[in-house]
């Protein structure tokens, strides 16, 4: 019979997913008024830090960027209160409903703790066009994304209508059969050719990298991409 093994290593350094859930949790806190500091009872109680000093350690090591972020935050919350509006819609022969959150006054405002990254930029910018959609008032002039590194910020999209119905008949078609989209290989890409002025070949170049990688994960490591782009050579 098979028998579970206990796994005996000790945890002395918070890493990967639980670090990151530790972060997220100490952001929701402070933002929320709490301070840190008192919290850490809390987490040790939970099990969630490694033991003894070397969970305080970890724990002290991770509040002051954590302190900064918020501070960060707050200045472009600037003390609002967020409002969730509902939205519908047709757009390019598809009816279009749900709601769109996080409305401080005429700018939208997500935030999570992490490094800037081309899904949330994506997922962003899909409801920053849905905001600027109306054909009276904007419901959305500007919208920002402050990560733990930067801060993102979309003006507001004249054409925004034109934008959403190109990314619908996108969907529409990858509904059908997988698209060629990577966006963390497509983000390097424009980075480089947009934000560097590379040439179209130094471009590639880097965005290769970021494709098929040597010292970390490459995008077409991700199981589902390999699934239907194994034939691909980038």
Known sequence: DMKMLVDEKENFKLEGLEKYLVEQALVQRRMGGLDLEEQAPVFKAKGILPYGNVGVYEFKRLTPDVEYYVRRLDDWINEKEPVTMDWRDTVAGFTLFGKIPNIYGSRMIHYRYVKKNPKDMLRLWIYHLAGCCSETQPDVVESTFVFRDTALVYR???NSRNILARLLEMFWRGLQRPLPFFPFTSHRYAEQRIGRSKT???????AASQWVS?????EFED???????????G
């Open 156 to 158: 507001f999209a004249e």
């Open 200 to 206: 179209r070949e130094e471009a590639k170049h880097m």
């Open 214 to 218: 040597s010292h970390a994960r490459g």
């Open 223 to 233: 199981p589902y991409i390999s699934l239907c782009f194994s034939e691909s050579d």
